[in-house]
């Protein structure tokens, strides 16, 4: 009987051991799982820490060029947004009759040419007839040119050849819902001028647009893209944290009218690990404002203007 209860007590201590083994094994697993996690995270956090996409940095995006010193989506405009240093031309997509992509904000020609009609019932060749600075000139007299009256509404690939990969692009595609085809042509060019080689840096193409649908089209063709999702409001703008992780999936930031957001709006998607590139911000008053807040780039007509607040807080 004495040695039956021996045999058993050993049984109960190796079955014990086993289990305590067992335990510290998981245990270790675990914290080889986080610690790897915790690689990762770091690992990512270096990867932006100098690049375009660093949440540190605020980026000087020239709307529709230099728009606020010659006509909006021209040559012109986007070289004059170079020489300023903007760090990204923003070009809006729109898409022709035979599908070319063009740079256009209106999906009419009215405003911006001396012609009328909707982009998609006009070919490329229409498009290419029309004058696409002369309305500048007669509403800016202070600010004409001759060479503004010679503008024509450049296509995207116009604008690559023109720039090449020394410049950084921030492009949204407009309405794409009603431009079928709009989000795989955009990535044709963008893989037919090298646009997505190794050689092109970090964040050096960015994709924004207000169609969640389309952000996800793109995200899906090519997942290395940086994307960025449009958000109108009409009033105060507000966002729920179901709506925060549901950008996080295919998106890296926000763009919102800075005329509608707070402080506190900046900082929640600040703190969901997003971007915040408000839109379209022209006076130093409000630029200073919101990188006090805590924006990580906007939307000007004036890179100039933005330059020189970077400026003057770096100098203080």
Known sequence: MKKLLVAISLIII?????????DNNKDMEAAKQESTSVEKN?????????????????LNIAHRGASGHAPEHTIASYALANEM???YLEIDLQMTEDGELIAMHDSEVDRTTGGEGAVAELTSEDI???????????????????????????????????FGKESNYYIETKIPEESPGMVEELADVLEEYGMLDDDME??????????EASLREMHELEPSLP????????????????ELDNINEYAIGIGANYKHISKE????????????????????????????????????????????????????
């Open 202 to 211: 970090e964040g050096q193409i960015i994709i924004q647009s207000f169609s």
């Open 42 to 58: 770091t690992s990512k956090i270096d990867s932006v820490e100098d690049s375009l996409l660093s949440p540190d940095r605020i």
């Open 85 to 87: 240093n903007g760090d």
């Open 128 to 162: 290419d007839l029309l004058d696409a600075g002369e309305w500048f000139n007669e509403e800016h007299p202070d600010l004409a040119e001759p060479v503004f009256s010679e503008a024509k509404v450049p296509t995207l690939r116009e604008i690559f050849e023109t």
């Open 227 to 242: 994307l960025i999702q449009l958000i109108s409001y009409d009033k105060k703008a507000d966002i729920t944290g179901e």
């Open 14 to 22: 190796i079955i014990s051991g086993c289990s305590m083994t067992a």
């Open 265 to 316: 709006y900046v900082q929640k998607v600040r703190d969901a690990g997003l971007l915040v590139h408000p839109y379209t911000v022209n006076e130093k008053e409000d630029m200073e404002r919101l990188i006090d807040w805590g924006v990580t780039g906007m939307f000007t007509n004036y890179p100039d203007r933005l330059n020189d607040v970077l400026d003057d807080m770096d100098s203080e």
